[in-house]
């Protein structure tokens, strides 16, 4: 599925965007390869949708570089025709109908798939003598994501795609979107905090918190790279080389903490359990936050 | 794109339609009626009538009426900048809709651009037509009456408001790209394009062509044909003076015959206490007490012959900075909208 030659979907140096005085993204530094669909996860105001806006092109950076597929984001009409992007409110023409919106990207996407349009219109119950003012937030949603993904792009970036379907929507738009990703080796870029979703169909994750990347790989080598470990209290503050502590969990006489081992270190010899990648968001989260149970040195220990 | 356009225009053409439909109607129907008085005036002079009343009697029949219409032309751009203009793009921005058409595989600024030029389109047919069918129906007056170069008349004949048409829609389609939200972007383009529909007239086009000046006797005759008569502060002067077809952009105060201004004591002298002599005529014995000072003005005007050449300038004039403005759109969408 992926290419190797083919240039990484998304590659970002220092990338950074202020509006006015607020740090949306503060020198991001990513490197994703093409053909993964990528969840991007984060707290709200981490700036996901400052990254993903970015890299659809809807707004130039402040500083650093971005290229996506290769080319600066929304470079011309033949680089928007590569990438797909549905905005969070799933905006569409209130007053045209759903018929209207197909014939809009037939006319303004040379590689429209008006067969894949009509049998998605369809799959979910859409029909197109219907105003698009007059759908419900989900079905809005179905709209939006049909025209993304009818043009046939290489990279598909939804924000936040299922927050306005209900669950067997959501599902079943989960569901097709690994169908669509896997028939024609696209790349999706996705952000959600529903954490389900992400460990459901993602294989890269990107973990967005204040601005930073906290965590970035694909997530069969972060799942390697990440184990629980269980030692009596006090062991965890002398960690063994090539092990960094990510998340401290405090519990009686014993101590655990999430690390991550760096390659080729073998785990120490402690009780190591696996992390889930929930888990696994929701330590780096907890770092980030300045969470107390994170930093090195705890007050007990520092005892 | 032009599909698009079109789709997301079509309510506001048809409503645009409707109106043009409705003012040209009344106007072929004025135009026929103003042929008729054209007709009737003529027999009734050549047969030997009273040439001068049956032409007060024509034009008052008509002037009227062809003035306020000419206040309805100049509503018109007005009207284009405010519904067709500052909704154009606006309304994607308030909406979100851009976020939508911005990643179809269309650049930017061929979006504006497209958008700008099959609106603009419109509004050149709409303003044209309806500007045609005015000129057309008001002809036999303005031919007759001599005032195709006053200020409101001018403004409302031949190319010009179709220039005016399209710089309110383009201010108001700048003026949305940059306020984001309709109806601010409607009221501030009806404010801008009025400041300039006002400053323009008074203020520029006076000087578009250095006028032409003349001195006029002030005999009782010239000042009987004057509107007025009155001392306003820096000295006597008349008001209304005319030239022929010309447009008059500035009189001077009364000058005796050294090129003085006129004392304002003499003045008074003349106005309120004139010797009787049982003239008669606008103002009478002060008419006469006047001409006896030997006195003359200074009239700077345009000539009727310029007529052409200002309608061909002013519309220069006002497609440029449409052209500007235009351009710094493209630029902006370009560039600094998200």
Known sequence: MTDQNSPPVLHAEGLTKRYGRRVALSHCDLQIPSGRVIGLV??????????????CGLIAPTAGTLRVLGARPAADAAHLARVGYVAQDTPVYAALTVGDHLRMGARLNPSWDAALAERRIAQV??????????????????LALT??????????????PAAALDPLARDGFLHHLMEYVGELGASALLSSHLLGDVARVCDHLVVLAAGRVQLAGDVADLLAHHHRLVAPRGELDRLPAGLELVRREPAGAYERAIVRTAAGTPPPAWTVEPVGLEELVLAYLGRAAGDPTVPAPSPEAAR | MTWLTWRQFRVQALAGLAGLALLAAYLVHLGLAIRGGDDAYRSRCGAGGDCARALAQYLGDYQNTLLYLAGLLALVPALLGMFW???????????????????????????????????????????????????????????????????????????????????????????GLLVRRTLPAMALTVLVFTVVQFVVPNVV???????????????????????????????????GLTVPGAWVSGTSELRTADGRPLAQDRFDHCFRDPPRTGATGTFGDTAVCLARLDLHVVLSYQPDRRYWAFQWLESAIYLALAALLAGYGRWHVRRRVS
């Open chain 1, 125 to 142: 119950g859409l029909h197109p003598r219907q105003k698009a003012g007059r759908l419900s937030g989900g079905q809005r949603a179905q």
């Open chain 2, 85 to 175: 203009g500052a909704p154009l793009v606006a309304r994607e921005l308030e909406t979100g809709t851009h976020r939508l058409v911005w990643n179809q595989s269309v650049t930017r600024t061929r979006w504006f651009t497209v958008k700008l030029l099959v609106v603009g389109v419109a509004t050149i047919a709409v303003s044209g037509m309806a500007s045609l069918l005015l000129t057309w129906a008001a002809s036999p007056v303005d031919r007759l009456a001599g005032d195709r170069f006053s200020t409101i008349v001018f403004g409302a004949r031949n190319v010009a408001p179709v220039a005016y048409a399209v710089l309110a829609f383009t201010l108001g389609t700048v003026v």
């Open chain 1, 42 to 55: 984060g707290p709200n105001g981490a700036g996901k949708s400052t990254l993903l806006q970015l890299a």
């Open chain 2, 205 to 239: 086009r006076p000087h578009l062509m250095p006028p032409v000046t003349v001195s006029r006797p002030m005999t009782a005759d010239a000042i009987n044909e004057a509107r007025g008569l009155g001392s306003i502060t820096g000295g006597p002067v008349v008001k």
């Open chain 1, 147 to 160: 025209v993304a993904a009818a043009k046939r792009p290489e990279l598909l970036i939804l924000d936040e």
